[in-house]
């Protein structure tokens, strides 16, 4: 008996002596349907598809679903305390579509933007903005500021710039959905192949930010 609870406690002395497992970097995806994935089964939405993207790469991350279809940039700053109720190390923002498509004006989508994007900053969370382009019937000096906005935003607050969510998509039926606007599973694919190295320098941020 005293032999056993003499290797019992050397074990836990040993056990107590090793670092303490980290948690994994948690990400939240801030946005819309493109975000959530509109018409698509759960496991093929954006932030399970980067999450499993992610893990294949040797990160050890767990990425938030914070999507809301139809979710305008005013939708999401509403919620941003909510969203981030349960702690989050990054926040991937993708918001500006549904703006665009209903023509709001683009200093009101500025100003909502630069409203999260710089709350966030004030938390210190490393931030990722994704750009979307703007329906070209638009006109282009709506399409130019539309578009500008987020280049500018990522620049005022040092956040991380991935242009177009949706850039490198073609529209084909295997890749984009009846509504010629939202992707099929395999185009979720695209975007996250395409942003996958700047969700990886936001991760870097965000391990050099716990230290």
């Given at each position: 008996?005293i032999?056993f609870?003499?290797?019992?406690l050397a074990m836990a002395g040993?056990l107590a002596?090793?670092p303490a497992?980290a948690?994994?970097l948690?990400i939240?995806a801030?946005?819309?349907?493109l975000?959530a994935?509109y018409q698509?089964?759960?496991?093929?939405?954006?932030?399970v598809?980067?999450?499993?993207a992610?893990?294949?790469?040797?990160?050890d991350?767990?990425?938030?679903?914070?999507?809301?279809?139809?979710?305008t940039?005013?939708g999401?700053?509403?919620r941003?305390?909510?969203?981030?109720g349960?702690?989050?190390d990054?926040?991937?923002?993708?918001?500006?579509?549904?703006?665009a498509?209903?023509?709001l004006p683009?200093a009101?989508?500025?100003?909502?933007?630069?409203r999260?994007?710089?709350?966030?900053?004030?938390?210190g969370?490393?931030?990722?903005?994704a750009?979307i382009?703007?329906?070209?019937?638009?006109?282009?000096?709506?399409?130019?500021?539309?578009?500008r906005?987020?280049?500018e935003?990522?620049?005022?607050?040092d956040?991380?710039l991935?242009?177009?969510?949706?850039?490198?998509?073609?529209?084909?039926?295997?890749t984009v959905?009846?509504?010629g606007?939202?992707?099929?599973?395999k185009?979720?694919?695209?975007i996250?192949e395409g942003i996958l190295?700047?969700?990886?320098?936001?991760i870097?941020?965000?391990?050099a930010?716990?230290?």
């Amino acid at each position: 008996m005293i032999r056993f609870v003499t290797v019992f406690l050397a074990m836990a002395g040993l056990l107590a002596a090793l670092p303490a497992r980290a948690e994994p970097l948690r990400i939240l995806a801030l946005g819309d349907s493109l975000t959530a994935g509109y018409q698509l089964p759960p496991e093929a939405a954006f932030p399970v598809q980067l999450e499993a993207a992610l893990k294949a790469r040797g990160h050890d991350v767990v990425v938030v679903n914070a999507g809301v279809s139809g979710d305008t940039t005013a939708g999401g700053l509403s919620r941003l305390d909510w969203s981030l109720g349960e702690g989050a190390d990054a926040v991937i923002v993708e918001l500006g579509a549904n703006d665009a498509l209903r023509g709001l004006p683009v200093a009101s989508a500025r100003a909502n933007l630069e409203r999260i994007v710089g709350s966030l900053a004030e938390r210190g969370l490393p931030v990722l903005l994704a750009g979307i382009a703007a329906p070209r019937n638009m006109g282009e000096d709506y399409v130019a500021g539309f578009e500008r906005m987020y280049a500018e935003i990522a620049a005022d607050h040092d956040a991380v710039l991935y242009p177009n969510f949706l850039a490198g998509i073609p529209i084909t039926a295997e890749t984009v959905l009846p509504d010629g606007i939202h992707p099929t599973q395999k185009g979720v694919a695209i975007i996250v192949e395409g942003i996958l190295p700047k969700v990886e320098e936001l991760i870097a941020r965000a391990g050099a930010a716990r230290g």
